[in-house]
C-alpha cells in the first residue's frame, strides 16, 4: 500500500481511529518507510484532464463464494508501477480506464500498467483528485478482452467484503473480512466519508478494489491505520466508496 496507506485519523463524533500512519513505497525489492500520521498502502499521483465517467452496470443480487468473487473480478485487476512504487487499480469502464489510488501515481509520469493477462502497458494519469486520493488512469495498449468491474452501491456495516491486490508484491492477493464503520474521517480532515475494513491489506494493495459478497465494486483501497507505529496490520484499513471515487458525491467527476 503505499500511500498503501495514508492518514487514518480521529473525528470525535465520527468515529475516526487515530494513530500514527506511514506511506510505504513498494519498489526496487525495498519498502520505503516516512512517518506519517495514516499508514498509506502506494503511492501519489498528478493532475490531468476530464476522463470518462464510467457508467454503473445492471447489478446481480446473488452471494458469491469468494472463489467465486476472484474469478469475476480478478480479470479487471491491473498491477500498477508507477517509478519505484508498486500498487492496484481496477478497471472502472468499457474503454479500459483504470481507477486507483491518487498516492501510488503521484509524482511521476513512468507508469505501466499489467493486466491480468499478463498484457503490459505504459499509462498516463488523465484525472486525479487528491482530495479523494483516487486517479484514473489510461492505457496506451489493452488487453484483447477488456472485462470491467460491475460498480456497486453503499456499503453496510458487518457486511463480508473481498479486497483483491498486489500487497508486497504477491500480485493478484485476495483477503476477506467484513465492513467494520462508516464515515471514517482522517485526523487532520484531509479525507473523509471513508469505509472501515478488517481484510487484510499491504503496501501494494492501494488503488485496488474493494468488493461486496456479489463481486461488486464498492470502493477503493487507499490506507491503512498503524496506531503502534511498528508497521504492522492493525485490523483497521480504509476505502474511499465507489460513488465518492467516481466524483458521484461530495466531489468533482474524475
Same mark, same amino acid.
Given at each position: 500500500?503505499?500511500?498503501?496507506?495514508?492518514?487514518?485519523?480521529?473525528?470525535?463524533?465520527?468515529?475516526?481511529?487515530?494513530?500514527?500512519?506511514?506511506?510505504?513505497?513498494?519498489?526496487?525489492?525495498?519498502? #520505503?518507510? $516516512?512517518?506519517?500520521?495514516?499508514?498509506?498502502?502506494? !503511492?501519489?499521483?498528478?493532475?490531468?484532464?476530464?476522463?470518462?465517467?464510467?457508467?454503473?452496470? %445492471? +447489478?446481480? !443480487?446473488?452471494?458469491?463464494?469468494?472463489?467465486? #468473487?476472484?474469478e469475476k473480478v480478478g480479470p479487471s485487476v491491473a498491477v500498477i508501477q508507477a517509478g519505484r512504487s508498486l500498487g492496484t487499480g481496477v478497471i472502472a469502464a468499457e474503454d479500459g480506464s483504470i481507477l486507483t489510488a491518487n498516492h501510488v501515481v503521484?509524482? +511521476?509520469?513512468?507508469?505501466?500498467?499489467?493486466?491480468?493477462?499478463?498484457?503490459?502497458?505504459?499509462?498516463?494519469? #488523465?484525472?486525479?483528485?487528491?482530495?479523494?486520493? $483516487?486517479?484514473?488512469?489510461?492505457?496506451?495498449?489493452?488487453?484483447?478482452?477488456?472485462? %470491467?468491474?460491475?460498480?456497486?452501491?453503499?456499503?453496510?456495516?458487518?457486511?463480508?467484503?473481498?479486497?483483491?491486490?498486489?500487497?508486497?508484491?504477491? +500480485?493478484?492477493s485476495v483477503s476477506t473480512g467484513v465492513v467494520s464503520g462508516l464515515d471514517r474521517t482522517t485526523e487532520d480532515g484531509d479525507l473523509s466519508g471513508l469505509i472501515q475494513f478488517d481484510a487484510s491489506v499491504n503496501p501494494g494493495s492501494s488503488g485496488?478494489?474493494?468488493?461486496?459478497?456479489?463481486?461488486?465494486?464498492?470502493?477503493?483501497?487507499?490506507?491503512?491505520?498503524?496506531?503502534?507505529?511498528?508497521?504492522?496490520?492493525?485490523?483497521?484499513?480504509?476505502? #474511499?466508496?465507489?460513488?465518492?471515487?467516481?466524483?458521484?458525491?461530495?466531489?468533482? !467527476?474524475?
Amino acid at each position: 500500500m503505499e500511500h498503501v496507506p495514508q492518514e487514518a485519523g480521529a473525528a470525535e463524533a465520527r468515529g475516526a481511529v487515530a494513530g500514527r500512519a506511514r506511506w510505504l513505497v513498494v519498489g526496487g525489492g525495498a519498502l #520505503v518507510v $516516512v512517518a506519517m500520521l495514516a499508514y498509506w498502502l502506494g !503511492s501519489a499521483a498528478g493532475g490531468g484532464e476530464a476522463a470518462p465517467r464510467p457508467s454503473a452496470t %445492471p +447489478t446481480p !443480487s446473488a452471494t458469491l463464494a469468494t472463489t467465486e #468473487v476472484f474469478e469475476k473480478v480478478g480479470p479487471s485487476v491491473a498491477v500498477i508501477q508507477a517509478g519505484r512504487s508498486l500498487g492496484t487499480g481496477v478497471i472502472a469502464a468499457e474503454d479500459g480506464s483504470i481507477l486507483t489510488a491518487n498516492h501510488v501515481v503521484k509524482g +511521476t509520469e513512468d507508469v505501466t500498467v499489467t493486466f491480468a493477462d499478463g498484457t503490459k502497458s505504459k499509462a498516463v494519469v #488523465v484525472s486525479s483528485d487528491p482530495r479523494r486520493d $483516487v486517479a484514473v488512469l489510461k492505457p496506451a495498449k489493452l488487453p484483447e478482452i477488456v472485462v %470491467p468491474a460491475t460498480l456497486g452501491g453503499g456499503a453496510a456495516v458487518g457486511a463480508p467484503v473481498v479486497a483483491i491486490g498486489n500487497p508486497l508484491g504477491l +500480485t493478484y492477493s485476495v483477503s476477506t473480512g467484513v465492513v467494520s464503520g462508516l464515515d471514517r474521517t482522517t485526523e487532520d480532515g484531509d479525507l473523509s466519508g471513508l469505509i472501515q475494513f478488517d481484510a487484510s491489506v499491504n503496501p501494494g494493495s492501494s488503488g485496488g478494489p474493494l468488493l461486496d459478497a456479489r463481486g461488486l465494486l464498492i470502493g477503493i483501497v487507499i490506507s491503512i491505520a498503524d496506531p503502534g507505529g511498528d508497521e504492522a496490520f492493525a485490523g483497521i484499513a480504509f476505502a #474511499v466508496p465507489i460513488g465518492v471515487a467516481l466524483g458521484n458525491e461530495e466531489g468533482p !467527476s474524475i
